[in-house]
């Protein structure tokens, strides 16, 4: 298994945060929101990348 830890450990979860919030600003559904925070949680750097390309952005 592959283990971050010390600064890349910080990244990651600054970065997931990040996602996490624009999620939550975005203008998805619930239902939708609810599964891609899900994703970040349970897979932080997939999710993440995977939310990067495909997720839904917070408005300006």
């Known amino acids: 298994m592959f ?3 010390g600064i890349g450990g910080l990244i990651i979860l600054v ?3 990040w996602a996490l919030l624009a999620i939550a600003g975005s203008n998805a559904t619930m239902g939708r929101k ?3 925070a899900l994703l970040v949680i349970f897979a932080p750097v997939l999710g993440f990348i995977i939310w ?3 997720g839904p952005r917070a408005q300006k």
């Open 34 to 36: 609810v599964l891609w």
């Open 3 to 5: 283990e971050f830890s």
């Open 15 to 17: 970065l997931d945060v």
């Open 52 to 54: 990067f390309f495909f």
